[in-house]
């Protein structure tokens, strides 16, 4: 009974309000970078929009660590609680910039944006791209980035010290795996291959594309923006005609790459780090990744291949195995027109790509959707009940799989990853139903709203500053929810429902 809930007191909402004011300073920092780019390229305007908006971070920050000043620590409702509102405030406060840039035609449509790329997911509903400020641009990758390694992720690596409330944070962003001991140590571990990945990829996309015909100074700004957007699985491209604006090859190959990388989980990047390459060979989640693959994979080429859309092997990869990559891994790189998938591409091919969205990629990686180690572990439990029915009662199972290290399956792994996965197919149909309710066809719905809420970014041209405003608003909800998998927004809703009816 909710009335039996105890209301939460003054020093929770002071505790909450003190790291909230943490997290929005850490985010403030990091307006610094495309600050100090604007000053570089002197941006004038944009260097002015962008210190307007350090500022009004680092107000709001201060205001909120001197208001609330307390020496108490999260719980856990705080520390999800801290979550949820932390990213609701990143995706308003990042939407700053946008708008005093004058490429975005509502302030609603830069939240949509901001929140988009927080969430790294990737729709855009931003004007005229190709004539927008370097800063700008970079701001959009930037936020990617951080999104992608968690907002929170960002606050304790520099500015909280390792507690409890710490580690209760860092499970309310949906990373409920600890790669090293410490969840600052894990939060710093993530960082480092983030950066390491940065850098190594930002030099191998610029020799690509200066052997393209780029500028050295093109080259590495779209290099380190497109390795930005690719690694943390975002699919915000600097210009308007996304990965297509390349045409190239080479490019395709080393995006799919990175791709691949950054929907892997952290705990497996730091394994192949430590401990050699076998892993990747036994891991239920790589497995798990490379059969939905192949699955989701033969469908959109037999879609494709029934319709004629692309003849030869070359094309099929370029387009239809680039696409359900991409998909797949929740990245929404695009190197084809958002109509095509209508009006070339047929259902089936179409179906395809929404499954593989829908399904997303590892655990404690920077992609969004249900999960490899959810579906791996309800097909196994699935396995499983099939065999005990047909093997003798009196046997005894143990079963077990192999995850970083042999994990013996219990219920409540199951209840959990089947739970996830209902939710996560309720929310994709909610977002189907509203934009059907707008007078959008059926397939086109679904498949927006799974790129939505799954946190990809592929579109089918639904997706437009035109759409309706409720719609936006829906979509920004489904990347908010889909981002942190739930648990902190119902969290959320619970306080909210404490504070008013609790006693």
Known sequence: DIKMVLKPNLEDLKAIGYYLGKIIIGLGMTILIPLASAFIFRELNPFYDFLISFLICLIFGNALILLCKTDKDLNWVGGMV????????????????????????????????SMSGFATTGLVLVQDLDHIARSVNLWRHLIMFIGGQGVVVVALSFLVRGSAGAFRMYVGEARDEKVLPNVVETARFIWLVSIVYLILGTIVLAIVGRCEGMSWVNSFFHGACVFMAAFDTGGFAPQSQNILYYHSLAYEIVTIIIMILGSLNFKLHYTLWMRGKKEIVTNIETRTFFMTIMLTFFLTAVGLAKLGVYPDALGLFRKGFYQLISGHTGTGYQTIYARQFIHEWGALALISITIAMALGGCVCSTTGGIKMLRIGVVFKALYNDIKRVMLPEAGVFIEKYHHIKDVIMEERQVRSAVLIFLCYLGLYA???????????????SLFESTSAAANVGLTCGITQAAMPALLKVVYILQMWIGRLEFMSVFVLIGFFAAFIRGK
Do not use: N, Q, R
């Open 430 to 444: 909610l977002g189907g139903i509203v934009g059907m309710f707008f007078g959008y066809p059926a397939l086109a």
């Open 82 to 113: 801290v979550v949820s509102l932390a990213w609701l405030a990143a995706a308003v406060l990042g939407a700053i910039p946008f708008y005093l840039s004058g490429h975005w035609v509502s302030f609603l449509d830069c939240i949509f944006d």
